[in-house]
Every structure is written in structure tokens, then in C-alpha cells.
């Protein structure tokens, strides 16, 4: 059990890390120290949205292939190298013996330590959005 969780922190670490330096990468850019508050405010709320967004999409993506949906690409990918090789067709295969083959070689893995980072880093994004929006805005 405290293996486990050990290997959950670790993971949590890992995602928390890449969508912090995202979020530090867009405060870069937009030169965080030379504005007044309320552009801080905003500049805060992109990079927290900005990588909340990619990590969520990435998470989706990540299941989407866990799931096999883009095992047509690779089969369509794999077809056109196969037509270029001499004899290469001979390997040829059926799509859906491709599919059951792909399907059973696949490790099922969580990526909810992906999905669960993204949320919150979009969460905080959007706490930032509403401070900047209650605190600056003007009508």
C-alpha cells in the first residue's frame, strides 16, 4: 500500500511539474514583472488556463488511444510503408485482426493523474479569470 501511494505522488509530481513549467513558460512570455496588477491578474489566469487546457486535452487524447480509436491511423500508416517494402504486402493483415491484435498487446493505464492536474490547473485559472473580473473590469 505505501508503494502505491508513493508511485501516486510521484505521478501527481510529474504532471503537477510539466503544467507548472507550461504555466511559467506563458508568464515568461508575456513579461509578468513589468505590468500593473490587473494585467498580472490576467497574465496569471492564461497560463493557469493555457495549461490546464493542454493537460485536459492530453488526457483526452491519452484515452481516446487507450481505447483504440486512432488504431486506424496506424493501420493506414503502416499499409502505405508495407506497399514501398518488397514483399512487404505479404505482411498484410485484415484491419480487424490488426485492431483485435493492437487491442490485446495494450496496457490499460490511468491517466487520471493527467485529467485531475488539468482540472485543477484550469480551476485555478478560471479563480484568477473571476478575481480579475470582480477586481478590474470596468463596464
Known sequence: MKQQTKAELRNYGICVGIAALIAFLVIWSKGFFAHTA?????????????????MTM??????????????????????????????GRAK?????????RKLKEAKKTSNRYVLVTGLVFLLIGLVFTIIWYTAFYQA
Open 38 to 54: 490587473a494585467v498580472n491578474i490576467q497574465i496569471l489566469s492564461d497560463a493557469f488556463s493555457v495549461s490546464g487546457a493542454l
Open 92 to 100: 498484410h493483415e485484415l484491419y480487424r485482426d490488426y485492431r483485435a
Open 58 to 87: 492530453f488526457a483526452g487524447m491519452m484515452y481516446i488511444s487507450g481505447e483504440g480509436g486512432l488504431l486506424g491511423i496506424g493501420f493506414v500508416l503502416r499499409n502505405v510503408v508495407l506497399t514501398f517494402i518488397p514483399m
